[in-house]
Each structure stands twice: as C-alpha cells, then as structure tokens.
C-alpha cells in the first residue's frame, strides 16, 4: 500500500507560477513510477506527466513545456513545477502511482487561476 497526499495548490493569477508538491509514504520501493494528473471542471480527469524511478520523464503533448515534473531527492515526493498558468489549468490535481496492476491516488489539490 502507498499513500499520496498533495499540496501547494491555491489561486493564483493568470501568467503565475506553482509548485506542486506530492508525499508518498508506505511500500514506496514497490512504486514502479509516479505521475501526475488533472481533473478541470466538467471534463475527464487527463495526463499530465509522469517519473519513473530511474528519472525518466513523459509528457501530455499539451503540457511540455508548461509543466515539469521531478522528484525529490529523497525519492518520496514528487513534484509539479507549473508556469504561465491561465484559467483552463484550473481543476484538481492529482498524484498518483502505479504498483502492479493497481493505481494508488491521492486526495488531489485544488489550483485555481483567476483575476
């Protein structure tokens, strides 16, 4: 079992910046990779990026560029740097990792952009 609990969401303004941040705590070791993900309103939740545990990195096509994920060095939290964020990134973010066949998530952040 792994447990994930996100931070750092909020409201932010249009062109503005946050950082993510996702603790993973439990069977860690057995994470094949972590990654995050976003649920905007009215809409399927959708892939953002994901880190496997050697530090390689995928991304939306949508969102290179204006996302980065990375790790921490202690390998137990993830996070995800966001920049020019604009209303359509409003939505929950979540975090989450795969272990075998079954998905781990977390409660998920709100991020908020408005004027």
């Known amino acids: 079992q792994v447990r994930l609990e996100e931070s750092g969401g909020g409201l932010v303004q249009p062109g503005g910046s946050l950082r993510l941040s996702c603790v993973a705590s439990?069977?860690?070791?057995?994470?094949?990779?972590m990654a995050w993900s976003r649920e905007a309103p009215g809409k399927q939740r959708e892939f953002i990026a994901s880190?496997?545990?050697?530090?390689?990195?995928k991304y939306s096509d949508s969102m290179k560029g204006h996302f980065t994920i990375f790790r921490g060095s202690d390998k137990n939290t993830l996070f995800l740097q966001m920049t020019n964020l604009q209303p359509d990134d409003t939505g929950i973010y979540y975090c989450?990792?795969?272990?075998?066949?079954?998905?781990?998530w977390g409660q998920g952040t709100q991020v908020t952009v408005s004027s």
């Open positions: 880190i496997n545990n050697d530090g390689s990195t």
């Open positions: 439990g069977s860690i070791e057995s994470m094949w990779y």
């Open positions: 989450y990792s795969q272990i075998g066949s079954f998905t781990h």
